[in-house]
């Protein structure tokens, strides 16, 4: 009797463990720093040389069970800037649902960070069409060969300013949808496609808030914040836009590439506004073990520490519409990035690009060529 009863509680002892261990909070703190340097030629004397941290974040990730959370905040240039502050739970094996402030998958360049672009910065065509972070909520599935998300949010603004600020807040809906056949190291092929509508966004003047859309893309650097495009929509109805991607790879050698177009529809008997943009970046690893492939990510996986890899990109972004009379410039980008990723924590980047910007209203056509590196550091 005596052995039974000391049987069944060590039984209660470790079952007591075992819950103690499902329940316990794990927490960890997270953070990262950019730090760039820059050269540029340019009759532009807005870009000027010099050097900068770009990004500076520190944060907290918990997890708990099925959920985890995370809290990013950003003190780049001084400022104080809210990055992810979301929550996601399990929905179990192939599912999680996501809420909060964070960014939404829309194309291939939504699933990488900023501070994980493999050509230094994002292409041109991903700045003017992309959101950014947006407050709502994201349910993914991932499971086999099929990847899908499906993403109802506010407007931007919505972060910084109260809605009685606003006026009212525009909304919007966003999916993207992927199948890879191929999803194992040294062979990767996926294709995929997305698709997103919002209605229009809030601007301070009272005569175009709710009623207009900004788009707009720098020219490629941190270092200096250069407006290179930009074209102001009036008399917006609601904006539609769409990009396919395709991710390959095979062996040390990748591809990257995606397709935009946006059309943004207009009331007032004024014709709709149409834009659209392309990127093709072709990786491949001069040091290091064939391409792997992140399924919870939809893209290719960061390379292994020692690797050595170099990339050669191309962007092409137009935002001048001559039917609707707006032209917000065309912008033809090309450029060659080497990355070296030291260890788990830490990549070094060279990045050489040639800017050209025409097309642009109230603007002489003009060109750059920007010499950066980067070290970054990131947790």
Request: proline share 2%; with cysteine.
């Amino acid at each position: 009797m005596n052995k039974i009863f000391t049987m069944m509680g060590l039984g209660l002892v470790l079952a007591c463990a075992s819950a103690y261990a499902q329940d316990k909070v794990e927490v960890k703190p997270s953070g990262r720093i950019l730090m760039d340097g820059g050269l540029f030629k340019s009759d532009n004397k807005s870009l000027v040389n010099g050097l900068a941290v770009p990004d500076l974040r520190v944060g907290v990730k918990a997890a708990y069970g099925d959920y985890k959370a995370k809290v990013d905040v950003g003190f780049a240039y001084g400022k104080v800037s809210l990055k992810d502050v979301f929550v996601e739970r399990k929905l179990g094996k192939n599912n999680l649902i996501r809420a909060g402030y964070f960014v939404h998958q829309f194309g291939l360049q939504s699933s990488t960070s900023s501070s994980m672009k493999i050509s230094m910065e994002e292409p041109a065509s991903n700045e003017a069409f992309f959101n950014s972070r947006l407050i709502g909520a994201m349910l993914i599935h991932d499971q086999g060969q099929f990847f899908g998300t499906l993403s109802f949010h506010v407007e931007g603004e919505a972060i910084k300013k109260a809605s009685n600020d606003l006026g009212k807040q525009g909304y919007g809906m966003m999916s993207r949808l992927i199948y890879r056949p191929l999803h194992e190291e040294g062979r990767i092929l996926h294709v995929g496609l997305s698709g997103a509508f919002e209605s229009p966004r809030y601007n301070e003047k009272e005569a175009l808030n709710h009623k207009s859309y900004t788009l707009k893309s720098n020219f490629p650097t941190r270092i200096a914040k250069v407006t290179a495009q930009q074209a102001l929509i009036t008399d917006a109805k609601m904006l539609y836009k769409f990009t396919p991607e395709i991710c390959a790879a095979y062996g040390r050698v990748g591809l990257e590439t995606q397709y935009y177009y946006l059309n943004v529809k207009r009331e007032n008997g004024l014709p709709s506004f149409k834009a659209s943009g392309a990127y093709a970046l072709v990786r491949g690893l001069i040091l290091g073990s064939s391409y792997k492939y992140s399924d919870g990510d939809a893209g290719i996986a960061t390379p292994d520490a020692g690797s050595l890899e170099c990339v050669l990109g191309y962007n092409y972004t137009d935002l001048s519409d001559h039917k609707a009379q707006i032209l917000g410039g065309r912008q033809n980008d090309a450029s060659l990035t080497l990355n070296y990723y030291i260890n788990k924590y830490m990549i070094w980047r060279l990045r050489y690009s040639y800017t050209h910007v025409s097309d642009r209203a109230g603007f002489d056509n003009q060109s750059v060529n920007g010499f950066q590196t980067r070290l970054q550091i990131i947790f």
